[in-house]
């Protein structure tokens, strides 16, 4: 087991070559010559934690909502402000 250390820009090159390029671990693993294992360790390290993200998503999909009820009622009221103006109009007609 060899006991190399790799500098934090050699680490954060072989990460986003994964993350930015879209290389695989393996690929990326075998072309600096780390073990696939480092590498996935090292992208984990820089990846921001599932409950973190899911955190995140929830928060922009509640103010999406809230925005979105907001909206509908703002149509809802003017879909009766306009048909209590065509009632209105349709009893003058007549």
């Not at 006991?3 to 393996?26: D, I, L, M, N």
């Not at 009221?77 to 209590?84: G, H, Q, S």
Request: glycine share 2%; net charge positive; proline share 1%.
């Amino acid at each position: 087991m060899s006991s190399q250390r790799f500098t934090a820009e050699f680490k954060q090159e072989a990460v986003r070559q994964v993350t930015e390029r879209g290389y695989s671990v393996a690929e990326v693993a075998a072309r600096v010559g780390v073990s696939a294992h480092s590498l996935y360790k090292w992208v984990k390290a820089v990846s921001p934690d599932k409950s973190e993200q899911q955190a995140s998503e929830l928060l922009e999909a509640k103010s999406e909502i809230l925005r979105l009820r907001a909206q509908l009622r703002r149509v809802e009221e003017e879909r009766e402000i306009l048909k209590k103006a065509a009632q209105y109009f349709a009893r003058e007609t007549e």
